[in-house]
Structure formats: C-alpha cells, structure tokens
C-alpha cells in the first residue's frame, strides 16, 4: 500500500559545499538521484544529484542505449571531478550539458537537458514496508557499512525488493574500490521520457541488473538518497584537485 510523499520539501534547497569522506583516504559525494531505471526499449536512464562531494557540486544525467552503450553528462566545473571520474571508463561518451530540475508535484519531479535534448518526468512512491526500512535505515551510522556481513544483509533486502542482484561494494571502471550507501530508497513506477525526440518507452522491471562496467544498477525504477565513498587511488592528484576545485568560483 503506497503512503503519501513529499521528496520535493527534503531535496529541494539542499545548501552546496565541499566535505571530508566519512572514513580515511576516501572522497565521496552526498545527495539523492534515480539510481537507475530501465525502459521497455531497452534503453536505462540514471540522474545523480550531488550538491556535496570531496570537490564540490555536480548533476549528472546517465544514458544507455539498447545496444549498451553508455553516455554521461555532467553539469558541472569538470569531468574528472564528477561521476566520468569513476565511470568514465566504462562510458563511449562523456561531456558537459545544462542539466534541469524541477518538482511539479510533491513526489513528481520533471528532468530536463539541452544536448542531447531531454525531457523526462517520474513520479516517486513508498510503500508502507519501504517507509519502515527507510526509517531504520537513515538511523545507522556510515561505520555500518563497513562490515561485509552488513553489507551483504542489505544487498539481500535489495533483491526482496525486486532491485535485483545489487553489489554496494565493489571496484568501479576507474580501479576506485567503493561503496554506495544508499540511506532512503523510492520506487519509480511511473515514468516518460524523449531523448532528441525518441520516445524511451515504458518502466520496466528486468530479470538481470543492467551494468556499467562491471557495477549492477537496479533491476526496476528507484530513487535512492544517500552518499558513496572510493577509496582515494593517488594521494598527490587527489590534494591537487581537490585544492584546484576549492578556487574555482
């Protein structure tokens, strides 16, 4: 049974900034995105909102095509600092575009771009069983996440949940081993979306993962809140970028 929701008053106006990873030698980011969502022409679509991170804030929409070929754009100062940093590899085109946000109602947001052209809407819902999980959830501490064993209870309540076989933990195409610690998830059952006038289809819930490189995204349509942490690979480029970002206006 869904229960009334208002992601629009908590994502909107989240203040921007740079921060610290929450453990050691890692950088992170921190916000909210359509974790994935897969259409029934084969193509998947992704959106990461990331107001905070190690360098500072980016969106960034994500683009497969049925025949899997990724893009990722970014509206944001830099690739490198942005998702291309860890998926890029994995991606046959990585650019900037104008990325647009708008809530047309209190779980409905509207996701435009200029190049390619975009226009996709979705509508977020919780079941009452989520909104419970949910609630435990944004409750545990980053440190939770470390632990495999606990990690691994949480993958299996992903599948539960028709989100397919997820790894929260793993090395993305970039080498940076990572971990995606999604706090509040929301399903996306409703959806439409034109990419340069091409009508994408319909959501649908796929019996394998869709993959970029070798990171499964979910099987069906979620909206997830939380943050991810890599571990830092180059010490020296890592303190170099950070302090070219910490200049840029």
């Not at 409905?108 to 996709?120: A, C, F, G, I, K």
């Not at 944004?138 to 470390?146: K, N």
Request: aromatic share 8%; hydrophobic share 40%.
């Amino acid at each position: 049974m869904a229960q009334m929701l208002d992601l629009s008053s908590k994502l909107s106006g989240i203040p921007a900034g740079r921060g610290r990873a929450p453990w050691p030698n890692h950088e992170y980011v921190k916000g909210w995105g359509v974790f994935g969502l897969p259409f029934d022409s084969g193509h998947v679509l992704a959106l990461r909102v990331f107001p905070e991170s190690s360098f500072g804030p980016y969106r960034t929409v994500w683009h497969r095509d049925p025949s899997g070929r990724w893009s990722i754009y970014v509206d944001g100062e830099r690739l490198d600092t942005a998702c291309p940093r860890y998926y890029g590899a994995a991606c046959d085109h990585t650019g900037h575009a104008r990325i647009g946000l708008t809530w047309t109602a209190p779980a409905s947001l509207r996701v435009t771009m200029d190049s390619p052209s975009l226009n996709w809407t979705l509508t977020a819902s919780v079941t009452r069983l989520l909104g419970l999980l949910n609630h435990v959830s944004v409750a545990l501490p980053p440190a939770t996440w470390r632990p495999r064993a606990l990690v691994g209870a949480r993958e299996r309540l992903a599948r539960a949940l028709g989100l397919g076989r997820l790894e929260m933990t793993g090395v993305m195409p970039s080498g940076h081993p990572g971990t995606l610690m999604p706090q509040q998830m929301y399903f996306i059952d409703a959806s439409r979306a034109t990419l340069d006038g091409a009508d994408l289809g319909r959501p649908v819930q796929l019996q394998e993962n869709p993959r970029i490189g070798d990171v499964p995204l979910p099987a069906r349509g979620v909206l997830a809140i939380g943050q991810a942490a890599w571990q830092i690979l180059d010490q020296a480029e890592y303190e170099r970028t950070r302090g070219e970002t910490a200049q840029q206006p």
